[in-house]
C-alpha cells in the first residue's frame, strides 16, 4: 500500500470517522443521495446551515423584540420551521431541489419582509440579501443562485425606489441604531466564513471519496483482469491436462482392440488406461468439489477417525510413486491424536493433495515426512515435509488460489490443473480450520492443515 493511499485513507477516517455529527448526517439524509458524492456534498450543507440558522435565530428574535418590534421576531421563529421542514424534506423525499427552495425562498421572503419593516434600504437586514443566491450556489444549483441573484438586485432597487421617493416605511427609527448595524454586519461576515468553511469542505469531501472510488475502481478492475487471465490460463491448462489422460485412454484402448499385441503387452495398456482413467476421475471430482464449496453445498460428517489408519491408506494410493522415485517416508503421530473427530473423505482428500505435491516436487532418494500433533485441546495439526525444489517467497501467495500455479506455461516441468491447494484451503476453512506453507528455496517445504477436534456442523 503506497504512501499516498495511506494518506488519502488517514484523511478518510479524519473527515468521514464515526463521529456523532456523521451519525446524524446518515440519519438526516435519505438512502438513495448517500451513493451520489456531490448530492450527499450539498445535503449536508444544507443541513448544517439549517441547523447554525436554527441556533442563530433565537438570538436575532430576541435583540428585535428588545427594539419594540415583536412581529420581525415572530417571523424569525416562523423562518425556524421553514428551516426544519427542509431538513425533513431531506430525510422524506430525498429531493435536494425542493428542500433548497424552501430554505432560500423562505429566506429572502423574511429579509425581504425585516428589511421593508425596519427602514427599506437602510435597514441593517438589507444587506442580507446577499445572501440567498450565495446560498443557493453553496447548496449545489449555478442557476438557482442567478435567479436568486436577479431577485435579489430587483429587490434592492425597489427598496431603493420607495427610500428615493421617501414613501414612508413602518418602523424606519430602527434603520438609525447602531447596535443592530454592528450585531446584523457581523452576523453576516461570521455566516459568509462558516458559508466559505463548509463550501470547502464539501469539495474536499467530495474529492476524497472521488479519489476513493477511483482507486477502489482500479482495484477492482485489476481484480477483474487478473480473475480473467487465470481464467484463460486455467482454460488451457485444463485443456491439456484433460487431453493427456484421455489420449492415453484412446489410443491405448484403440491398440488393444487391434489384436496385434501379446497378452502381456495387453495387461500392461490395460494398467496404463485404467491408471489415466483414473487420474480423469480424480481430475474431475475435485473440480465438482471445488464448486461444491463455491456454492457452500458440500456437507462435513464427522465420525471417530484412527489418524494412523487414515494416513496408512493415503500412503498406500501413493505407494507406486513413493517407489517409483525411492523416497523414504516416515511418519510420526502424537500419541494423543490418534483418535481423532473429524470427516475421514475430507482429511483423506486434503492430506492426498500434500503427499502427492511432496512427491511430485521431491527429487528421486529424497526424504518426506508426515508429523501429526495437538496445538490446543480443541486443533490439531498435520504436516507434510519434503525436501524438494522449494518455493520463492513472491510465488507463496499463488500456492492456495483456485486455478493458478507457479508455472503456468505450455513447457511446464510439473503438470497439474492448479485446484488441489486450493480445495484444501477451502475444505478447511469450510471447517473452521485453516492451511499454510512454510518453504526455503532448494531446501524444501512443509505444508500443514489445522483443523478443530471437535464434532462440526453439516454444511
Known sequence: MNRYWCELITEARFLQGKSMLNRIYSQLISGHLKHDIIAYANAKNIINVAVISIIAIPFYALIYYFFNDPKVSYLLLVLSIFFLFSIWIIQATGSLTMSREIFVGSLFVCLFWISYNTGGFHSSAAIWLALPPLLAIVFGNIYSGIFWGVVGIVS???????????????????????????????????????????????????????ELAKQESDYLSQKAQEAVRAKNEFLENMSHELRTPLNSIMGFAELMTSNKINPETHNELNNIILSSSKDLTKMIENMLDMSQIELEQIEFIPTDVSLPKLIDEVKLIHNDLISGKNLQLSIIINPTIKMIKT??????????????????????????????????????????????????????????????????????????IGIELALTHRIAEAQGGRVGVKSEIGKGSIFFIILPKKEQNQM
Open 156 to 210: 434592492f432597487l425597489v427598496l431603493f425606489l420607495l427610500s428615493d421617493y421617501n414613501v414612508p416605511l413602518p418602523n424606519s427609527h430602527i434603520s438609525n441604531s447602531l447596535l443592530l448595524d454592528v450585531y446584523s454586519r457581523s452576523g453576516l461576515v461570521i455566516v459568509m466564513f462558516l458559508l466559505a468553511y463548509f463550501f470547502d469542505l464539501g469539495k474536499r469531501d467530495a474529492i476524497l471519496k472521488l
Open 343 to 416: 470427516d475421514p473423505d475430507k482429511l483423506r482428500l486434503m492430506l492426498s493433495c500434500y503427499l502427492s505435491n511432496a512427491i511430485k516436487f521431491s527429487d528421486k532418494n529424497k526424504k518426506i515426512e508426515i508429523r501429526a500433533f495437538p496445538l490446543s485441546t480443541n486443533e490439531f495439526c498435520i504436516e507434510v515435509e519434503d525436501q524438494g525444489i522449494g518455493i520463492k517467497k513472491e510465488d507463496l501467495n499463488k500456492l492456495f488460489t483456485p486455478f493458478t500455479q507457479i508455472d503456468m506455461s505450455a513447457t511446464k516441468k510439473y503438470q497439474g
